[in-house]
Every structure is written in C-alpha cells, then in structure tokens.
C-alpha cells in the first residue's frame, strides 16, 4: 500500500483582525484536503472552491461534530456562527483531474459489513462512508478506491493488507491520510470505538 500524505504547510490569513490558520493536510493530482479553524463568528472571505466534501471536528451552530456536508462548485463563505471555535477538513476534488486508479471494486464494505460501515452520502463525485468498529471487532477483507480518510477519534487499529502486510495504524482525532486503492480488513485492537470516515473518489 502506498501512502501519500503531503508535507504540512502552515499559513495564515487575516479575516476582519482575527488570525484564521489554514493547515494543508493532501494537495495531489486529484484532491485538496486543508484544515479549517475559525474562532466563535469568524469567517473567511467569499471564495471559489471546487465541488467538496467537508468533515466537522466539532460541533457548531449548523452541524454536529463528526457531520458531513457535500458542497458543490461555485462561491461561498466558510463561517463559524456558534459561541465555539470550529475545526473542520474540507476535501476538495480537483476538476479535470478524472478518477485514480482502481480495479474493479467486488468487495464493497457496505455490502459485506453494513452494521460497521454506512453510507452517509453518495453522488456522482464521491462516496461518503463511516466506518464505526468497536474495540476488538474487525472488519471482513473488502475494497476501497482512493480515498481521503478522516479519523474522528483516537484510535489504534491494524490493517491485514491483500499481500499479508500487517500495518499498525494508530490515530489521534482529527488526523487526515490519503490511500490509494486497496484492499484490506481493519481490527480495533484498542479500548475504545473507532470512528472514521471514507471519502472515496469516483
């Protein structure tokens, strides 16, 4: 399995006085994955963004933490409107970029494991999946095409990887990775229930 995850890069920009800092997690061929973190009524300047996929870190006055939103191309404002700070990872989808690499997906996770993996949304752009496991549950062998996945709790899990490979996999909240396609099965060997979501790119 081969793992890209772009440098940091850290800037910053200044919104009405406040300090907004905007942190890169991915920027490859075909997505951009950058944190957002505004205090309570910040917001940025309206801006055009490609078609994305925003994951909430924390709750706020339109969405609860761990939320998902689907966006699609064009301007807009990103704005806080609650008495708390915001966190959210806004994955935007290159346009023309086309689709990554993947073979055939057979083993689709929401088929063989739907008690642990749900749809939350799905359009002609991406699947949205969350995958909830309880501790020591593991999930069946199954597929993904490339994805962006956003990890919604500390976690420690391992992967069992098609060719054997056992990778350890361990996660603080808020944590951000790209895959590309694979197939795998995922066990919670840790203490508490793993919460994470799948952006998959079509």
């Known amino acids: 399995m081969r793992r890209a995850i772009a440098p940091l890069i850290l800037f910053a920009l200044t919104v009405g006085g ?12 075909w997505a951009r994955a950058t ?3 505004l205090a309570p009524h910040q917001s940025l300047a309206p801006k055009d963004y490609a078609a994305s996929v925003a994951v909430y870190l924390t709750d706020a006055a339109d969405h609860k933490d761990g ?4 966006f699609e191309a064009g301007k807009r404002v990103i704005e806080n409107r609650s008495e708390k700070p915001l966190e959210e990872v806004l994955i935007e989808f290159k346009p023309g970029a086309g689709r990554p690499p993947s073979p055939p997906i057979k083993l689709d996770p929401v088929k063989l494991d739907p008690k642990y993996h749900t749809v939350d949304f799905e359009n002609n752009r991406v699947r949205v999946l969350r995958t909830v496991l309880e501790p020591h549950i593991k999930s069946p062998m199954h597929q993904h095409p490339a994805y962006v996945v956003v990890y919604l709790t500390e976690l420690h899990t391992t992967m069992a990887l098609s060719d054997g490979k056992l990778v ?6 808020g944590d951000v990775a790209w895959r ?6 995922t066990e919670n060997i840790g203490s508490r229930t793993a919460m994470e979501i799948q952006v998959e790119l079509k």
Do not use: C, F, W
């Open 168 to 173: 350890d996999n361990v996660r603080r909240k």
């Open 67 to 70: 939320g998902t939103a689907y």
């Open 18 to 29: 406040a300090r907004n800092p905007l942190q890169v997690e991915i920027d490859n061929r």
């Open 35 to 37: 944190r957002v973190i």
């Open 180 to 185: 590309d396609a694979l197939m795998h099965s």
